[in-house]
């Protein structure tokens, strides 16, 4: 069985930077097609990137450009790189290993202006 683990999260003025880090255990990250998603108080949980098990990435229109997802197969871990962050990036992040319908238990991103 698959258990994901965020970190990385904390609060960052606007235009600064964060680097989550989503670690997985159970079953190698590779072989998993995974994703970032973001949710605040009130509203549904929104997709942010994903990173397939071929390493082929996309982004949300919201994020493009600034946001970087990638993943370290050696350490079994996906990260999601944050720059140029503005204040509605602000939300708890959660990881998904979407192929097997498995969530981490978030990590809260607050951006303040």
């Known amino acids: 069985q698959v258990q994901l683990v965020e970190s990385g999260g904390g609060l960052v003025q606007a235009g600064g930077s964060l680097r989550l880090s989503c670690a997985a255990s159970?079953?190698?990250?590779?072989?998993?097609?995974m994703a970032w998603y973001r949710q605040t108080p009130g509203k549904q949980r929104d997709w942010v990137a994903s990173?397939?098990?071929?390493?082929?990435?996309t982004y949300a229109d919201s994020v493009k450009g600034r946001f970087t997802v990638s993943r370290d197969n050696t350490k079994n871990t996906m990260y999601l790189q944050m720059n140029s962050l503005k204040p509605e990036d602000t939300a708890v992040y959660y990881c998904k290993a979407t192929n097997l319908g498995v969530w981490g238990q978030g990590t809260q991103v607050t951006v303040s202006s």
């Open positions: 990173i397939g098990s071929g390493g082929t990435t």
């Open positions: 159970g079953r190698p990250i590779s072989i998993l097609n």
